[in-house]
């Protein structure tokens, strides 16, 4: 897909990733991107900086996702690219415990990090289904295709976000609508400095804007694994490979992260 003269939506908008990209599809010359973030403040100085829209929008609730496709459609027609970058971070309290989450803390990711593409998928499908086309972007991570150490919410909602998007891929690919999903490890932005230690860090942290520059390119493939660190495919490799290894290599990794606070 080439971004030039597309309706564009991207939550989680102002800030990080989800600038960056909005940011990088303005520059790309999309008709018009949709600024959503429960942070309005900050999504509307993004928005206005590049000529959009900014909605205020709590991702986990479904009628505010209803509304931000309402407002879209309604200011620019049919949305193109809907960009379901939300996401949250909690770390597990006790690390010698994977089960320490709260319940609280358990619904909060299930909320941003899986309920959101489905509201999302389900406010925009009927028209897209009738029209033959429109294209998904799903932020996940590189913890849902292996896993983030120290926090067992994140790995498990990230998963659950894979699953997701590869059952809305092969159920609508014969509709001509395409998903990809975004897996990064670490990026530079608020969510890593304040997130879980872990691993994400260890093959180098990539700014926004280069996570912005490898979707754009990624997008133009229309391929449905966005990796802006390569070496995640290797990994993926070695974990389908050899799971019992794989899972060794996990636990020497986890020793030395939390042997080194
Ligand atoms: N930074 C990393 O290292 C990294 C790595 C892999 C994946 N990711 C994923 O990238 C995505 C973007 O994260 P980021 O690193 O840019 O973080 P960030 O904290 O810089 O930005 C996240 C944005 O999402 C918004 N947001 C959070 N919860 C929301 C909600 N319920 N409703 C609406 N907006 C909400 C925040 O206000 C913020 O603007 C997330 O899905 C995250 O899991 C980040």
Redesign the pocket.
């Known amino acids: 897909m080439k971004i030039k003269d597309k309706v564009i939506v991207v939550?989680?908008g102002?800030?990080?990733?989800?600038e960056a990209m909005a940011r990088r599809f303005h520059a790309e010359g999309a008709k018009a991107v949709v600024v959503?973030?429960?942070?309005f403040a900050?999504a509307q100085m993004v928005a206005s900086e590049i000529g959009g829209l900014a909605v205020a929008?709590?991702?986990?609730i479904e009628s505010d996702i209803q509304n931000l496709v309402k407002q879209t459609r309604d200011a620019y027609g049919e949305i193109d690219l809907f960009c379901s970058?939300?996401?949250?971070?909690d770390g597990d309290p006790d690390k010698n415990n994977a089960a320490s989450a709260s319940n609280a803390a358990w619904e909060r990711s299930w909320g941003?990090?899986v309920m959101a593409h489905i509201y999302a998928a389900r406010a925009v499908l009927p028209e897209w289904i009738a029209r033959g086309e429109g294209y998904f972007l799903n932020?996940v991570?590189?913890?849902g295709l292996l896993s983030q150490i120290g926090s067992a919410p994140y790995s498990v909602t990230k998963h659950a976000a894979i699953g997701w998007a590869e059952n809305l891929a092969l159920n609508h690919k014969d509709h001509g609508i395409k998903v990809s999903v975004l897996c990064?490890?670490?990026?530079d932005?608020?969510?890593?400095r304040a997130g879980p230690e872990g691993p994400?860090n260890l093959d180098g942290v990539l700014s926004?804007q280069e996570v912005a520059e490898s979707v754009v390119q990624t997008l133009d493939e229309e391929k449905f694994l966005v990796l802006p660190h390569p070496v995640v495919l290797n990994y993926m490799r070695n974990k389908t490979n050899d799971y019992d290894r794989w899972i060794g290599g996990m636990a020497k990794l986890r020793r030395a992260i939390f042997a080194a606070r």
Request: glycine share 14%; charged share 15%; with cysteine.
């Open positions: 939550t989680g102002a800030n990080g990733i989800g959503a973030d429960r942070d900050r929008c709590d991702v986990s970058n939300a996401g949250i971070a941003v990090n932020t991570s590189a913890a990064p490890q670490g990026v932005t608020n969510l890593l994400q926004p």
